[in-house]
């Protein structure tokens, strides 16, 4: 018979005008922005659902603690130290469909059996989702594969915390993929992606853009009238963060840097003799993000993650620096066409950026005001609408919202 709730239905089914009760949503660690999306996400349907459950799963650790620690050192590994190897990875999986289909069926059968199990535990336990968003390419393979090798019925989303989509993030097997550019379907290489894809909120908390900068800079005890950079490498410090840091503090006329070394232990470590200089201030991993880059005028990024995406939402200019490889550059691509971010690709040029921003305040209100445009009409409690839309669908409801492909921002 199955387990039967106290109001009558059963897990997975949900009445008509019923609201998402328990989400799953798919994540990784794999640098900081797929989780803190995937935080963003419970946030805003917490507050938006009352009386949902929301759990996150890693993907990687559906292979195991251990397999999930290695993945994750072989990643910074090779972003660090083998760069190319991931660019020519990042290059045949943007340019050829065969690669690209054979790294799907790949991933989607190494992730999708063990997240069969992982749901069929659930299921037994009679605490099975009724909705699965997905913030990680991985995670959306393996519903992917799930919904076709096992008929999975579950409302299946994918929610890319990223200004470039690459083939890995697409799947027919996914409901509803919400995405930050209107353009991204030309780069999903998927059939049919139109009909999915909703231009989505960034997936920040709330914080960002709800403060004033005189007010962060007052509470972080930065001067009023300094020309304040922020710069980041993310949660793991990635990037050349220390050659660009020592770039600024010598400019003329003078910035005040304050570098973010995220976990990087040994960046933050390089950093602190130049505080001795007034420029500079350092900070190891933060959780006052929002706070930081309300008391910036520009944030300088490796152009990936959702740091950029936290940046518009303040707003705040940005400043690719030295892009990483891959979804770095191809993001980075995407926002400089649209007036969202200038691009240094080394010391000098990012030198010379910040000197044009800090010399030239035309320049600075255009990047601005192209990021305030953009977030406009951008709010997650819309994207959820959309979610909810879907959902009241599947179960018999109300009619789904339609495709916001023309709707706000860029």
Not at 145 to 161: C, D, M, N
Request: with cysteine.
């Amino acid at each position: 018979m199955g387990t039967v709730l106290d109001d009558g239905s059963r897990p997975g089914e949900a009445r008509a005008g019923d609201l998402p009760r328990r989400v799953l949503i798919i994540s990784a660690e794999m640098g900081e922005g797929h989780n803190a999306a995937a935080n963003a996400l419970t946030e805003a349907m917490q507050e938006a659902w009352p009386g949902c459950t929301v759990e996150q799963l890693d993907t990687m650790e559906l292979r195991g603690r251990r397999f999930a620690r290695a993945a994750r050192w072989a990643y910074s590994f090779q972003l660090s130290v083998l760069p190319w190897t991931y660019d020519v990875f990042y290059h045949w999986l943007s340019r050829s469909e065969r690669f690209a289909g054979a790294a799907r069926v790949a991933v989607g059968r190494f992730f999708g059996r063990r997240l069969a199990r992982a749901l069929s535990a659930k299921a037994l336990e009679g605490i099975e989702p009724d909705l699965i968003i997905s913030t990680y390419p991985f995670g959306s393979a393996a519903l992917d594969w799930l919904r076709e090798h096992q008929g999975l019925s579950t409302l299946a989303v994918t929610y890319i915390p990223a200004f470039h989509v690459h083939r890995l993030w697409a799947y027919p097997g996914i409901d509803l993929h919400f995405v930050m550019y209107d353009t991204a379907a030309q780069d999903a290489g998927m059939p049919g992606f139109e009909q999915t894809m909703r231009l989505g909120a960034p997936p920040v908390r709330q914080g960002f853009g709800a403060i004033s900068r005189a007010e962060a800079r007052a509470s972080l005890g930065l001067p009023q009238g300094d020309f304040v950079v922020l710069m980041t490498g993310g949660a793991w410090g990635l990037g050349d963060i220390a050659a660009g840091v020592q770039g600024l503090v010598d400019l003329e006329p003078p910035v005040h840097v304050v570098a973010v070394c995220g976990k990087n232990a040994g960046l933050l470590a390089d950093l602190r003799p130049l505080e001795r200089t007034g420029r500079l201030s350092v900070h190891g991993y933060v959780t006052n993000m929002a706070e930081l880059m309300a008391a910036s005028n520009v944030v300088v990024t490796n152009g990936a993650g959702v740091t950029v995406l936290e940046a518009l939402r303040t707003p705040r200019p940005v400043v690719a620096f030295a892009p990483l490889v891959g979804h770095g550059t191809a993001s980075t691509a995407e926002m400089v066409r649209r007036d969202l971010a200038l691009e240094a690709r080394d010391v000098p040029q990012l030198v010379e950026q910040i000197r044009r921003l800090r010399t030239r305040p035309e320049l600075l209100e255009k990047l601005e005001k192209a990021g305030q445009s953009w977030v406009e009409g951008r709010d997650l409690r819309r994207s959820l609408a959309e979610i909810e839309a879907a959902y009241r669908q599947r179960h018999g409801g109300g009619p789904v919202t339609p495709a916001l492909v023309g709707g706000p921002g860029r």
